[in-house]
Each structure stands twice: as structure tokens, then as C-alpha cells.
């Protein structure tokens, strides 16, 4: 398993062991490919004592402080 695989965004060869994980791009492609993701998402905890949520959709913060009015945003 020592060939190597190229990367579909840039053309850089990466190693194929990393290919047969699951990953079609190099480090470097992947990295900012992961960047771009995390930018549309965040993880809040909505309400007191509950539990972590991911909330990739900003409208589902609204309302979620009852001292605010909801058209404050």
C-alpha cells in the first residue's frame, strides 16, 4: 500500500493509505475544505443544563433567550 493517490482538487499526490480512509483530497485541500464546513456551523448549548446541540442553522437560535424580545436580532 505504498502508492500514491492524487488529489481531486489541487492534482498533489498524497499518500493512498489516506485515500483508502475516506479522504479524496491532500492535506492542504483538506484542511481548507474543513475550514469552509466549520464556518457554517457551531455547537451551543440552547438551553440551561441541557446538553450540547449543533446548530447549522442560525433561525434556530431565535427565541432561544426568553429575555429577549424575538426581533431583536
Not at 488529489?7 to 484542511?31: N, S, T, V
Not at 441541557?50 to 442553522?57: H, K, N
Amino acid at each position: 500500500m505504498s502508492d500514491w493517490k492524487e488529489c481531486i482538487d489541487c492534482g498533489d499526490e498524497f499518500p493512498a493509505e489516506r485515500y483508502y480512509l475516506g479522504y479524496h483530497w491532500c492535506l492542504l485541500c483538506g484542511e481548507d475544505r474543513a475550514r469552509a464546513d466549520r464556518l457554517s456551523w457551531c455547537v451551543s448549548i440552547p438551553y440551561s443544563k441541557g446538553a450540547y446541540q449543533l446548530i447549522t442553522d442560525p433561525a434556530d437560535l431565535l427565541g432561544m433567550n426568553p429575555k429577549q424580545p424575538r426581533g431583536a436580532l
